[in-house]
């Protein structure tokens, strides 16, 4: 078998009972060649593997460990299988719920109403035998997992949740048989059977699985909206014959017809016919987009206008769609800071669980009153069924899961859970100007030229070395050439100085086109041209500088306005306590008109690249806690810098590459929107850990006999088991609650974090 190129592999994990499995997983993936990173996620019983390594190997590794494995896909068909079989074990579940309280219930309320025979009795030993037979058979068909996951970790010398459970239910139907077969053979106070108990603690532990498996389906709910975006089939056109096939079927190059009302299917470019399309899911903004021949689409976007034919240019994976579900997938599966503490917490748990119930034991034994046996059994089997972690498990990644999905919801998409964790940390975000605070579709405005040079000369040169510039100035200076009916020559040479502009040259003249300092560092005197320059830069406008052959040779003014929300947004986030700076390589008189515009008082001009970053740094280094939000190249440096990089979605790949949050909507709203669901997601974390962490705390110490020596009171085991069962549950649950949060309004207070 070839080893696959470096890659990252999402697989199903069976067998994993609670949080202390996480470890025992990650462990034996991590020990696997070739794998660089393995993260397991216990809420959603998944693992991404990150590495140079055959997906057989990995299964052998987890399989090895005690568990097994599967490869996921993540399109529309495996998302309904995980549904599916998700569905399936919540029925086995109740099922087994079923079963085991059928037998529970009776036992229960015959003991707590002194109804049942006493084992004194011959009459009596016979009842309870019966009985013990009886519950053998529902603890079997209930709770027979659990017994075969204790054994199966017990052969790789591991201990998880199923050891507790069946060492705990075990141990009490073992003692009840006993005292039931051969009741002579212990003292008159300990002839007691725990039959009732073991019973009703495997449905109560069924029941919470259940409950919990249902609450836990919700959380994938944004993954399932996503993948139901895309169609299942296509309209596939074969010279004059059309027939609808599967998607999973295209290959790039296909023309495909779309019709009216017609979602589109993968990704691709137009050409033949015309519409409009509702690209909503990717942009937020209402109205369709028109489209024409030479036009690219997205698949999961929606056909609203007339018929047409495209060319599929990227499928399967490759997708725009199927990259935002990975990347929901992805950070779904990561983990953030505050979550580590409780895995490792939970990797330990058991072990000194059963450190705990071992002493508990021998304590009872040498030191309790008569009957020391019951007291001893009692107490050690509670302690072993109230300890599981799972809650303290479940606390971070349910609450993380559910987080990126309602993110994902507004057009937010978090590469990770420390960004998540991260971007509601934050003292102050800064903002890069063009394409992020303004339009980022600026025109050109005005244009004045040194002597000796024609208007018509100074757009043609511009435009001819700009046509190989993607940067916003550079294509308004283009489009302002050839709306003037002038040609556009070639560029013999290209280079792009970041943070600066463009210099090559055309027509054998050397040109330099950017800011003033483009010119000064050429030694290129800008003197003539500073005054307008001046002038235009205090009204909000960008000036742009023409050198040809070491001469001045004009100056473009170029219009950027601000967004038409980007003055509200700029608000919320000052009444979420931010402090908000703009940061650009723009003149200091344009930046500082653009930033009286939208309401922000702290600014950074004429800022490189490497300059960015470097205020990044010195922000950090004052205390702040800084997110920046940028869309350029010239932005990567600072984003990868700060604490906290959100990317604008309608960006360059290397912006969003740099960042740890991306807006696919391109707003500043999402910022925002961001840091509120970040704190209401971290707020939830700390709510499910405190919980978790005092459940086990208090749990643990009242299970052993905490209270006795003061009140003569111990907790029952059945007790227990509700409350381990109903622990997870109340995590999950809690974690849901994400699911109903809505960013706040302008115009309702927006300094709560829930």
């Known amino acids: 078998m070839t080893t696959p190129s470096p890659s ?18 990650e462990t034996a993936l991590r020990a696997a060649p070739g794998v660089a990173e393995a993260r397991v996620n216990f809420a959603d019983r998944t693992a991404e ?104 970790q017990f052969r790789h010398h591991n ?36 039959f009732e108990a073991a019973v009703t603690i495997v449905a109560l532990v069924n029941l919470g699985s259940a409950l919990e498996s249902r609450a836990r389906g919700k959380t994938s709910a944004a993954i399932r909206r996503l993948l139901g975006l895309q169609p299942k089939t296509a309209r596939l056109v074969e010279g004059d014959r059309e027939r609808d096939v599967p998607i999973a079927t295209l290959g790039v190059g296909a023309l495909i017809r779309v019709r009216p009302g017609e979602k589109i299917p993968v990704d691709g470019e137009l050409v033949a016919g015309q519409s409009t399309v509702d690209e909503a899911m990717l942009t937020g903004e209402p109205l369709p987009v028109t489209k024409r021949v030479g036009d690219p689409v997205t698949g999961g976007t929606v056909n609203q206008g007339g018929g047409f034919v495209f060319r599929a240019t990227r499928i399967g994976a490759d997708t725009v769609l199927a990259h935002i579900v990975a990347s929901v997938r992805q950070a779904q599966n990561s983990k953030p800071p505050i979550g580590r503490l409780a895995d490792r917490v939970a990797a330990v748990f058991v072990p000194s669980v059963l450190i705990v119930a071992v002493l508990t034991a021998l304590a009872w034994f040498n030191l309790g009153p008569e009957p020391r046996a019951s007291y001893m059994l009692v107490t050690t089997l509670t302690v072993l069924i109230i300890a599981c972690p799972c809650a303290l498990g479940l606390a971070t990644p349910i609450s993380i899961m559910v987080g990126v999905g309602k993110a994902a919801e507004h057009g937010i998409l978090i590469r990770d859970g420390a960004a998540l964790q991260r971007a509601g940390q934050l003292t102050t975000i800064v903002l890069d100007k063009t394409g992020t605070v303004t339009t980022g579709r600026p025109t050109v405005t005005a244009v004045a030229t040194a002597p000796g040079f024609e208007e018509a000369e100074v757009f043609r040169l511009a435009a001819g070395l700009e046509a190989g510039s993607e940067h916003p100035l550079a294509q308004a200076i283009v489009n302002a050439t050839r709306e003037r009916g002038l040609a556009v020559p070639p560029a013999e040479r290209f280079e792009a100085v970041a943070g600066r502009g463009a210099r090559g040259a055309v027509a054998d003249q050397a040109l330099l086109v950017g800011n003033r300092r483009l010119l000064e560092e050429h030694d290129v005197d800008a003197a003539p041209l500073r005054a307008e320059a001046e002038r235009w830069a205090a009204q909000g406008q960008t000036p742009v500088f023409v050198a040809v052959d070491g001469r001045s040779a004009g100056i473009l003014a ?119 669901i970040s704190r209401a997601t971290l707020s939830n974390i700390r709510q499910n850990l405190v919980g978790a962490f005092l459940y086990n705390t208090l749990g643990i110490p009242l299970a052993a006999g905490a209270l006795y020596p003061m009140t003569g009171l111990l907790l029952d085991p059945m007790l227990a088991g509700a409350a381990m069962a109903l622990s997870s549950f109340t995590v999950v649950s809690n974690a849901n609650r994400l699911r109903g949060f809505r960013p706040p309004h302008p115009n309702r207070s927006l300094s709560r974090k829930e």
């Open 558 to 676: 170029i219009a950027d306005p601000p967004k038409p929300d980007s003055a509200a947004a700029i608000a919320r986030l000052r009444e979420l306590g931010l402090r908000v700076a703009l940061l650009t390589g723009d003149h200091i008189a344009t930046a500082q008109a653009i930033a009286a515009q939208v309401g922000i008082e702290t600014v950074f001009a004429e800022a490189p690249p490497t300059a960015k970053a470097d205020i990044i740094a010195r922000l950090q280094a004052e205390g702040a806690v800084v997110g920046m939000v940028g869309d350029g190249i010239n932005d990567a440096p600072a984003l990868a810098r700060a604490d906290v990089g959100l990317a604008m979605g309608g960006g360059t790949d290397v912006a969003i590459e740099s960042a740890g949050i991306t807006l696919a909507r391109g707003s500043l709203r999402g910022v925002a929107d961001a840091i509120a």
């Open 159 to 194: 201990a998880n949740m199923d050891t507790l459970i069946a060492l705990g239910t075990g141990s009490a139907w073992f003692y009840s048989m006993l005292v039931a077969l051969f009741p002579a053979s212990v003292p008159s106070l300990a002839r007691h059977a725990y």
């Open 8 to 25: 990252h592999h999402l697989l199903a994990i069976t067998g994993m009972s609670c949080a202390g499995c996480v470890a025992a997983v």
């Open 49 to 152: 593997v990150m590495g140079s390594v055959p997906v057989a190997t990995l299964v052998h590794a987890v399989q090895a460990a005690g568990y097994d494995a599967v490869e996921l896909r993540d399109d529309a068909s495996a998302e309904a299988e995980r549904e599916a079989a998700e569905q399936a074990h919540y029925r086995r579940l109740i099922r087994n719920t079923g079963v085991a309280g059928v037998l529970a219930a009776p036992l229960m309320a015959g003991e707590m109403a002194g109804w049942l025979p006493a084992l004194a009795t011959p009459a009596g030993q016979s009842f309870w035998i019966a009985a013990g037979l009886l519950t053998l058979a529902a603890m079997v068909y209930s709770g027979g997992h659990f017994f075969a996951g204790a054994w199966r």
